[in-house]
């Protein structure tokens, strides 16, 4: 493997390095899949160990695994310090504090009883499978999406100012019209119920018991169904806004082909820094 110049690792951290940080490779792509298997088995045992069932029958078991498992998380977060360029980069990225945010609970459960469910955190480590499955051509799509909510962030501000006072209004007039009798204990407890029959959800742990207050309450649905439709029109019109803008700037241009000086193999990714077929460091696009 060729080393960038300045880099004084030794050689096999250089190699190391590679399969650990890069998935150009076939060492690196399976290093970082074995990887987001172990990332999955461990999100499994945090949840398994919730469920008390399964806890009281294989309780022990699920303990052995969760700190196996802390364990090997451990042994990757320190060859990547090890074996990173720049370890304090690494260190401080975010990929970083997520890696050592995924191992801190595992020990911190020893001084403090419970906090091993915040092993669930590791669920933040499968974002690696962005790096695997080379999703990153796809994130001119992602920027289509975000043009178009930043549009409506101002549009969907007021909306949301509006219902929130609407709701206001409807709980404090409900609290006057049922009352504590009814189950309206107070406006706060009014106003919940508002959101819960604005929004449809219905959870119908309090209804009202007089006329008026069914009225009402057949209002504030009629409402419902007509306010729900208000974002998801003006998030639709700044994405089609968005997607006609891009489609006049036309696609994006394609870059040249980059040849491997060792093999001779064409046709990489263009973030590809190394071969895949051989491991050669690929000349700069």
């Known amino acids: 493997m060729t080393r960038r110049p300045g880099d004084h690792r030794a050689a096999w951290r250089v190699t190391l390095g590679n399969v650990v940080f890069n998935n150009d490779t076939p060492a690196g792509r399976a290093f970082d899949l074995v990887l987001i298997v172990l990332i999955l088995a ?22 052995q695994a969760e700190w196996l498992l802390t364990l090997l998380f451990s042994l990757e977060y320190g060859l990547r310090l090890f074996t990173a360029r720049h370890p304090w980069n690494y260190a401080r990225s975010f990929f970083g504090v997520v890696d050592l945010l995924s191992i801190l609970p595992g020990y ?16 933040l480590r499968l974002l690696r499978i962005f790096r695997i499955l080379k999703l990153a051509r796809y994130l001119s799509e ?43 204990t107070s406006i706060p407890t009014s106003i919940y119920w508002a959101i819960v029959t604005l929004t449809t959800v219905g959870y119908g742990d309090i209804a009202p018991k007089t006329p008026l ?22 998030v639709t019109v700044n ?9 006049q700037a036309g696609p994006p241009r394609r870059p040249a082909p980059r040849r491997c000086p060792r093999c001779g193999l064409e046709g990489h990714d263009p973030d590809a820094r190394f071969c895949k077929r051989c491991g050669e460091g690929l000349p700069s696009a």
């Open 108 to 123: 911190l459960a020893l001084l403090l009883p419970g906090a091993e469910t915040l092993l669930i955190v590791r669920v």
């Open 239 to 247: 994405l089609a806004r968005a997607q006609g803008l891009q489609d």
């Open 142 to 184: 992602a920027s289509v999406l975000s043009a178009a909510l930043r549009a409506s962030a101002a549009k969907i501000t007021v909306f949301l100012a509006t219902v929130l006072t609407l709701v206001t209004i409807i709980g404090a007039l409900m609290y006057l019209v049922e009352g504590p009798a009814n189950g309206y």
């Open 213 to 234: 207050g069914k009225g009402l309450a057949s209002l504030a649905m009629i409402l419902g169904y007509g306010i729900l439709a208000v974002p998801t029109g003006i």
């Open 42 to 63: 461990s999100i499994g045992v945090v949840m398994l160990d919730s469920v008390r069932p399964f806890r009281a029958a294989y309780g022990p078991a699920l303990k």
